[in-house]
């Protein structure tokens, strides 16, 4: 097996329904038999310099996700594209009978109706929409794109034939769906059955991880993956000491497969006493360090383990027992399914949401975590106890419980860094199966479960509750959950370290968060106060009425539904012209200095009056901000998904409402809109 | 003095108040004519000076000779009393109960509030009929004002000055008067400067079950269309309520004889309805024991915002005849006094940027809720926590203030007044020490005197002082139509009006503060800026000066 057949850029769709197990035998068998560093990215990347046409550089797989519209650029207009092709109204290339050809897009077909969702009078976009390798594109004739990762899809459904066309429902796991119409049936046939196909892979090798490349070499790469680095951060916390020793019991997974190589366990834990717990509970998921407390002189201290059932109260003398009531990943994603289920309903009215929301019990589910969460920190802080946290197996509830509380207990995980730092240590490293919970495979359904959507929607409720406390705001937490899902990174592949390290992710993709760190000025908080919250121990309320549907996460694509104005927005781009204001402030008082001294020595230069400009840049940025604050959140990294930074409402509803004479007059779902 | 009699205890010692998110306090408790007063003896200060105005139900209850009266309060905050001794608590109480529902509006608090500010302006002169009409002038002399109205004979709900199309006399609006209910003939509401298409208001048409007409009323209407032009009538009950209404001799206009006209029903629920939805949220808010279930249920059942959304509705489909439909509207209910004043007001905060303005709210208010005879009296006279049921009260202008709260939660920069500003609006419109908001109309205010006994809330608002306070530090004027959405995902629950006492706003206040501080700190270094930039080009043009000989 070459491993560069499996990194294809153009991957054959795989028609079977390949079982979970059987792909993730094979990923380790091509694993152990590939050969580091050989990977073929064939046509891709480099070539981005001499573009022979845009659908070239969709099909190689290569979609720079952050930098689409300069790209777009160079490779010039879709109009010339598709002038040079006038032939391809519909073209099926790179189907069995094509070659394989690197340089192609798959599908291509004109005429599609993108259909606004909540809307009751059909509304509707017309375009183009283009299946890549690893994308679903389509252009609307503003020019609009929406981009679609396959990976994001979550289920496609073909509708009932209409007289306007065949109708194909896509949801995605970031909570878009959309709602497209295809002219041809047999397209639409043919569409689905891609999708099907391409959103749904078999292996590892598949993902959109093992070709995306950003352009970076082996050494950047590397220094990626070493930004977040846990052994400092149980440095950090100040383990090892008189109490907590590094274990190397399982340096070789031997006694927990799902742990990571590097536990911290008490001093007193004996190899034999590690094997021991180790059996005695679920997966070998023995009780370890998650967090250590420093705290006045007593060091209170939070673990994890996991066990099947819960220990005889008789055996664990000092010890107090506390269940909490957080219900299983299978209870999770049928509330999930619930809730979506009604926030997606055409013409909701208000007493169908609360009802809907009440009865998919979506928020008494984050409630109980939360409440989880305090119980730990409280325990730890007022009650200076040590808490040892598990439920059945160990990563699920526990891990939200955990990185809950440890959010809660330091304001280091309230940072950008930090955040980083709690999701690598409590998700990753403690083997929170992120593969199966997101599904990235195509496996077992039932293994599916929004338990890390449901830890960020907490973190979120506290950011609701704590606006100064974090030092990243609601895009740092969204595009988090973008990429649990995309697989364009390696981070949130596999299940466990063990299963990661053997598919070499280190060496084949790349890491998300130098990425999302690059980028930090997008995900800041322009109202963090890292001093007023710098040792406080959050302690959120929880009363009922304090828990609100987060609109931004599941309507994040459905902008009629959102503010018009952001303010969160004008105080970031508000802050960022204070520094520029500073400087220029600093700049001016030197060059009059200057000129003070210039005129007290007399000398004078014609230069320096050169030097500066009537009119500062500054001013300009002062003209032009409030155009700069209506636009929605300038996020690259998203805009690839669909929302353009043309995306001006008004300019929409004036093109919704230049109708002739209404027969009807309706109000509809979501905005005012006339209908005919 | 009759309020004497009233206090039959007028001081008792060693008081205990509990308040929400506040450490109780110890003090002596006085009991004026208007105001109920505690203060601790530590430091001389008052630690509560409570309008009686303001209650709107007390409790009392006993432990051995300890009482405990809770006051709960038209603002529904609730406070606790503990009154030593079973007859002073008992005095206490029925004083209270008697003070805070006095018969006669003479006797109120503002008949004897004394401004310890100067008055700069006089509001009760801040928004004449004349200096509004003015505003529209300019642009058309279609219409024009009259004062058939002078001696509230014609619809004693009227103000005496309205506006009416120009073709229409005097004498056709007296005939129009008695086919309208309350004699509320259509009058202009809102001219909308980019098209000249306006919303007007009314009673419903007295039809009756023989399908009356009036031809003055249909030349009326008629006469604000332009030649082939068509218009909306949106009578805000369902077409079941409107037909029922000819029974009682209202009606609605039929198509027969208004061919011009399209009528659209967009119900919005008045009276009880509203004022038990109240009562629901309120006592759900405050309840915090509630699980999850039990709280979203209760919220739901309370349907407060449903009738958000049904009045927003209405004022968006409003707003959209005009804006998009480019035709006129006529907005009535059954009195015209009700759910057609808040489709008219809402609509113009969705259509015009002035009423988005401080002075262009107030001017908005002032307009079409109080000249337009709003019966404020009535329905302001109890809030949530009343158990007196009085088919006159209802929370109709707080429905408003909350409709306008969810636009400015969605178009946070596009108002230059914050959130503040109408939570001082919803507190004056039920307890105050001013008289703008006492009396039913127009009419009503002119007997009372209220111009030249009480001060206007205006006259104290507009003070720059007080000003700063309900001022929006991200407006920036915008001169588009803002067209909300009413999607149930996009209206929540006003949090700083029914949260309010439920739980600690600390956190939230830190972060608005700073937001202000960011905003201030920019204002500040774009003035340094440019002050050294000036600064600069002086020195540049000496210097030029000097070296060129």
Not at chain 1, 606 to 635: A, G, I, M, Y
Not at chain 2, 86 to 93: G, P, S, V
Request: net charge neutral; charged share 25%.
């Amino acid at each position: 097996m070459q491993p560069s057949d499996d990194v294809s850029p153009t991957p054959e769709p795989q028609a079977s329904w390949t079982p979970l197990l059987r792909a993730r035998r094979a990923a380790l068998k091509w694993a152990q038999k590939s050969v580091p560093g050989v990977r073929g990215v064939a046509g891709c990347g480099p070539s981005a310099q001499k573009w022979p046409g845009p659908r070239d550089f969709l099909a190689c797989g290569q979609v720079h996700k952050r930098r689409p519209r300069i790209l777009m650029r160079e490779g010039g207009t879709w109009g010339r594209a598709r002038a040079a092709a006038p032939e391809a109204r519909y073209r099926a290339v790179g189907r069995a009978d094509t070659p394989r050809a690197a340089g192609t897009v798959k599908w291509e077909v004109e005429q599609v109706k993108l259909l606004d969702r909540f809307s009751t009078s059909n509304k509707s976009l017309t375009g183009t929409l283009y299946l890549t390798a690893t994308h679903l594109l389509f252009i609307d004739s503003h020019q609009k794109e929406t981009w679609i990762l396959h990976h994001h899809i979550a289920s496609v459904e073909k509708l009932a034939l209409t007289t306007s066309g065949c109708p194909l429902v896509i949801q995605c796991k970031n909570f878009r769906t959309v709602h497209f119409i295809v002219p041809r049936e047999r397209d639409c046939h043919d569409i689905y059955n891609s999708l099907l196909q391409l959103s749904k892979q078999a292996k590892y090798e598949d993902l959109y991880a093992f070709s995306y490349n950003p352009k970076q070499n082996d050494s950047e790469r590397l220094q990626g993956w070493q930004l977040i680095d846990l052994a400092e951060e149980y440095k950090r916390m100040g383990v090892p000491n008189s109490h907590w020793q590094l274990s190397d019991a399982n340096r070789d997974y031997k006694i927990c497969e799902t742990y990571p190589r590097e536990l911290y366990v008490p001093r007193i834990a004996s190899k034999p006493i590690i094997v021991g717990s180790s059996k005695f509970r679920s997966k070998g998921r023995f009780p370890v360090l998650s967090y250590y407390h420093q705290d006045k002189e007593l060091n209170a201290m939070a673990n994890r383990a996991a066990g099947k059932g819960y220990e005889n109260e008789d055996n664990y003398s000092n010890i107090r027992f506390q269940f909490v009531g957080i219900e299983n990943i299978h209870v999770m994603r049928s509330s999930l399914q619930k809730l979506l289920e009604v926030n997606g309903t055409k013409g909701l009215s208000v007493n169908d949401f609360y009802s809907g929301l009440e009865s998919s019990g979506w928020l008494r589910h984050i409630k109980a975590v939360m409440d989880a969460a305090i119980f730990l920190a409280k325990a730890i802080t007022v009650e200076n106890a040590s808490v040892l946290v598990h439920c059945s197996d160990g990563w699920d509830r526990t891990s939200q419980v955990c990185s809950l509380g440890s959010l809660l207990l330091d304001s280091y995980y309230r940072t950008i860094k930090g955040f980083m730092v709690l999701i690598e240590k409590d998700w990753i490293s403690f083997g929170h199966k992120f593969s199966e919970r997101c599904g990235h495979l195509d496996g077992d359904p039932k293994e599916v479960s929004p338990v890390f959507t449901q830890f960020l929607e907490c973190v979120w409720h506290l950011t609701e509750q704590f606006p100064q406390a974090f030092e990243f705001s609601e895009a740092f937490l969204l595009q988090i959950h973008e990429h649990i899902h995309s697989c364009q990174f390696g981070n949130f592949l596999g299940n466990c370290q063990k299963e990661r390290e053997e598919l070499k992710l280190k060496e084949k993709t790349y890491s998300l968060w130098p990425f999302l760190l690059e980028d930090q000025k997008k995900y800041l908080n322009p109202l963090y106060s890292s001093k007023s919250h710098r040792f406080t121990v959050l302690e959120p309320n929880t009363i009922s009425f304090n828990f609100k549907f987060w609109r931004n996460m599941y309507h994040q694509f459905d902008r009629t539904l959102h503010p018009r104005q952001s303010v969160f927005n004008i105080i970031m781009n508000m802050n960022e012209q204070n520094e520029q204001l500073e400087k220029d402030i600093k700049d001016l008082e030197s060059k009059i200095k200057q000129r003070k001294n210039k005129q007290t020595d007399g000398i004078l230069t014609k230069e320096l009056l050169h030097s500066v400009h009537p009119e500062s840049p500054t001013l300009k940025t002062s003209l032009c901000f409030k155009e700069q604050t209506l636009l929605p959140v300038n996020d690259a990294l998203r805009t690839i998904e669909g929302s353009s930074l043309a995306d001006n409402r008004y300019s929409e509803y004036a093109e919704e409402f230049s109708k002739s004479e209404p027969a009807v007059v309706s109000l509809e779902y979501g905005v005012a809109r006339m209908t005919c | 003095m009759e309020f004497a009699e009233l206090i039959k205890t007028p001081r008792v010692d060693n008081v205990v108040l509990h308040r929400p998110f506040y450490p109780a306090v110890e003090g002596t408790l006085c009991l004026t004519g208007h105001h109920l007063i505690l203060s601790s003896r530590q430091d001389n200060t008052e630690e509560l000076w409570h309008l009686h105005s303001n209650i709107d139900a007390i409790d009392k209850r006993f432990v051995g000779s300890l009482g405990t009266i809770i006051i709960k309060c038209k603002d529904f905050r609730i406070i606790q009393l503990d009154i030593p001794g079973m007859e002073e608590c008992l005095n206490i109480a029925s004083s209270i109960e008697a003070l805070s529902t006095l018969d006669s509006i003479t006797l109120m608090y503002p008949f004897f509030y004394r401004p310890m500010f100067e008055v700069i302006e006089d509001g009760w002169h801040s928004f004449l009929p004349e200096q509004e009409f003015e505003l529209y002038s300019s642009a058309t002399s279609e219409w024009r004002l009259s004062y058939v109205n002078k001696e509230f004979a014609v619809c004693p709900s009227y103000p005496p000055i309205v506006t009416v199309p120009k073709s229409i006399d005097d004498e056709a609006l007296r005939k129009v008067a008695t086919f309208r209910h309350g004699g509320r003939f259509p009058v202009l509401s809102y001219y909308h400067k980019k098209n000249g298409m306006v919303i007007m208001r009314s009673g419903q048409p007295l039809t009756g079950t023989n399908g009356r007409r009036c031809k003055e009323d249909e030349k009326l209407i008629n006469a604000t269309l332009r030649a082939g032009k068509r218009g909306y009538i949106i009578d805000t009950r369902s077409l079941n309520v409107a037909q029922q209404a000819r029974a009682k001799g209202g009606g609605f206009e039929q198509e027969a004889h208004y061919p011009q006209w399209r009528r659209i029903h967009k119900s919005i629920e008045r009276y009880h309805i509203l004022q038990e939805s109240l009562i629901k949220l309120v006592e759900a808010c405050n309840d915090q024991t509630h699980n999850m279930d039990r709280w979203l249920s209760k919220l739901e059942a309370s349907n407060w915002l449903t009738h958000i959304k049904e009045i927003l509705t209405a004022a968006c489909l409003a707003a959209q005849c005009i804006d998009r439909e480019g035709a006129s509207v006529l907005i009535h209910g059954t009195e015209g006094t009700d759910s057609t004043l808040q489709v008219t007001s809402l609509a113009q905060i969705i259509l015009e940027p002035r009423s988005r303005t401080i002075r262009g709210f107030e001017a908005l208010i002032e307009r079409e809720w109080l000249q337009a005879g709003h019966p404020f009296q009535q329905r302001c006279a109890q809030s949530a926590y009343c158990n007196t049921k009085q088919k006159w009260e209802a929370p109709v202008f707080l429905l408003f203030l909350d409709c306008v709260w969810q636009i400015l939660r969605q178009f946070p920069c596009s108002f230059e007044f914050n959130e503040n500003f109408l939570i001082m609006l919803f507190e004056h419109a039920y307890a105050s020490q001013f008289g703008t908001f006492l009396g039913n109309n127009e009419s009503e205010r002119c007997k009372l005197k209220l111009q030249q006994k009480t001060m206007s809330l205006w006259s104290w608002v507009n003070q720059p002082g007080e000003l700063s306070k309900f001022t929006n530090p991200l407006f920036e004027a915008n001169n588009l139509v803002i067209w909300p959405s009413v999607a149930p995902q996009s209206l929540p629950l006003w949090e700083g009006i029914f949260l309010r006492w439920n739980r600690s706003s600390k956190y939230l206040d830190e972060a608005y503060e700073e937001m202000v501080n960011i905003i201030e700190y920019n204002k500040e270094l774009q003035a340094k800026v440019n002050i050294l930039r000036r600064q600069l080009a002086e020195l540049e043009t000496e210097n030029g000066m000097q070296e060129s000989p």
